[in-house]
């Protein structure tokens, strides 16, 4: 463990140069002060986590202090945004502030996301909202919890700076972590302006940085992107499999290791809803729950026409196949495990999809249904569960089907089945109304909310007593919650 001010640095993206990223310094925030940290993201840095608590941290972290081995830039991407080229983003409200690297060598982004205008900013103000730093702190510590990758979060800090969105808020910055902001539309920028060179060189720094194994390969360039498809597929198999819409999957939204990434309107879904879209921005549904799936394999096509200028195009198409059967094994496979199967069959699929059926026909809940499975024997669980299924006689035939595949398979006591089954099977999820109550009191001032919230969500799978109220179904004024893409 070390103090803030001793984290060594080694800034390999700054190093590529400026027609990768800008040298910005970040605009301080007035009277900044510390929402909520992450202790598990805290020690990622080798940070304890009374570091938190000095008054250097929520200066640093507001843009007020920077170490003098910070090499803060603006990285510039492009991307496709709801399916049409959008030809330069970048980083309009956020700046990699340097790579750290802690003590077990791994390497660091600390991105400061709501840190100023920058040459990307457009006519943005290059701030973010209070209510979607904590959106996005809450979702990025819970999403590895439940076994899916995603970028993580260090800390959120509130000020009085004002900022005008539908109405006047305060601004808030969130300091993002991941082993890499590259983005799909990055390789986008490269290719669309005919920078080859760079494009080139900027595969090569993925390559070096973080998929070292990569190079041994005959193509590296085809292996890193077939690596990405895999990650990409694996990592939408976690969404579909525990409710997760992301909201947003544009192609600049959309990491180069395949990681949850760029949290908008993203939400958990409450009652099971195939067609739920959480974007409330997005008309059509592009970004549905359902529509993930899709939409992935449509984003990583779109980074395979990027990398046309370094891999042969049937070598690229072959990798892309790939995708949907890497989707299908692991999401099979988590599905499996969240119903308590140990074994596989050919109709576990079509299982699968009757169940999703019957729930969206009742709208049951999605977290608890499955919770609720592994409490009791499982024809005890199906007999109480019933009640929850408006066409009985299906749920019946369903459960049967179950109970048929589950005598198929070792079989093991009731004590072992729900300690397996609970460890995959959360009791607490980040609820939208959750977030939503966590968030008013943090705009009263009152951070208590939020900071209990995160540490329920730290175990998700442990019933913690005295929290029972953060395992609950919403209330109706939190069913339908319109989460805007204003942040
Ligand atoms: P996002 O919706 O956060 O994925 O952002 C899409 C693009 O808009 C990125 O280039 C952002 O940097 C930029 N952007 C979003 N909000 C702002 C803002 N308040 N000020 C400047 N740029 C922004
Ligand atoms: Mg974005």
């Given at each position: ?13 700054a ?17 900044p ?12 840095l ?11 941290f929520?200066?640093?972290f ?52 709501g ?10 103000d290059?701030?973010a ?8 702190f ?23 700076t004002?900022v005008?969105?539908?109405q ?6 969130l ?5 890499s902001?590259v983005?799909f539309?990055h390789?986008?920028?490269?290719y669309y302006?005919?920078q ?6 900027l595969?090569d ?29 694996e990592?939408i ?5 525990y409710?997760?819409?992301h909201?947003?999957?544009n ?17 958990f ?11 409330h ?10 529509n993930?799936v899709?939409?992935?394999h ?9 990398l ?5 195009v ?26 308590g199967?140990?074994?596989?069959e050919?109709a ?20 608890l249904?499955?919770?609720?499975l ?12 019933r ?7 299906g749920?019946?035939a369903?459960g ?11 079989q ?39 900071r ?13 007593p005295?929290?029972?109220?953060f395992?609950?179904r ?5 069913k ?8």
């Amino acid at each position: 463990m070390k103090p803030l001010d001793e984290l060594t640095f080694d800034n390999r993206f700054a190093r590529l140069g400026d027609a990768f990223s800008t040298e910005v310094l970040p605009d301080p925030l007035e009277a900044p002060r510390l929402v909520v940290a992450s202790e598990a993201a805290l020690a990622l840095l080798d940070l304890a986590p009374a570091e938190a608590n000095t008054p250097l941290f929520a200066e640093v972290f507001s843009g007020h202090k920077l170490w003098d081995h910070a090499e803060p830039r603006a990285m510039v991407y492009a991307g496709h945004q709801f399916g049409g080229y959008t030809p330069r983003l970048g980083d309009g409200r956020g700046l990699l502030l340097a790579e750290v690297v802690n003590s077990a060598g791994e390497h660091w982004d600390l991105h400061l996301k709501g840190a100023g205008q920058t040459p990307y900013s457009r006519m943005g103000d290059g701030r973010a909202v209070l209510r979607s730093s904590v959106r996005e702190f809450l979702a990025s510590e819970a999403l590895p919890l439940l076994g899916i990758p995603s970028s993580r979060a260090l800390c959120v800090v509130a000020s009085d700076t004002p900022v005008w969105r539908e109405q006047q808020e305060r601004a808030a910055t969130l300091l993002r972590l991941a082993p890499s902001h590259v983005r799909f539309g990055h390789f986008e920028y490269f290719y669309y302006t005919r920078q080859h060179d760079e494009l080139k060189q900027l595969a090569d720094h993925v390559l070096a940085a973080h998929y070292p194994a990569c190079r041994e390969a005959p193509n590296p360039y085809l292996a890193m992107f077939s690596e990405v498809v895999e990650r990409t597929a694996e990592m939408i198999a976690g969404w579909q499999a525990y409710g997760f819409n992301h909201g947003v999957m544009n192609t600049d939204n959309m990491s180069i290791l395949g990681l949850t990434f760029d949290f908008g309107p993203y939400a958990f879904l409450d009652d099971f809803d195939a067609r739920f879209i959480c974007n409330h921005s997005d008309d059509r549904g592009r970004y549905s729950f359902s529509n993930q799936v899709p939409i992935g394999h449509w984003n990583l096509s779109a980074l395979g026409q990027a990398l046309v200028p370094l891999v042969e195009v049937e070598a690229l198409q072959g990798a892309l196949a790939l995708y949907l059967p890497i989707y299908q094994a692991k999401y099979q496979d988590l599905m499996r495990r969240r119903l308590g199967l140990t074994t596989a069959e050919e109709a576990d699929q079509a299982l699968f999809e009757r169940l999703l059926q019957l729930m969206q026909n009742s709208a049951v809940d999605y977290t608890l249904f499955f919770r609720r499975l592994g409490d009791t024997p499982l024809e005890q669980a199906l007999e109480v569960l019933r009640d929850d299924f408006i066409d009985r006689d299906g749920f019946d035939a369903w459960g049967d089907a179950l109970l048929a595949r589950v005598l198929r398979q070792p079989q093991e006591t009731q004590a072992e089945r729900q300690a397996r089954m609970h460890g995959v099977n959360p009791l607490y999820v980040l609820r939208n109304y959750l977030a939503q109550q966590a968030i008013e009191a943090a705009e009263q001032g009152d951070y208590s909310v939020v900071r209990q919230l995160h540490a329920v969500l730290a175990k998700p799978f442990e019933a913690q007593p005295g929290m029972e109220r953060f395992a609950q179904r919403p209330p109706d004024w939190g069913k339908h919650l319109e989460i805007s893409c204003s942040s």
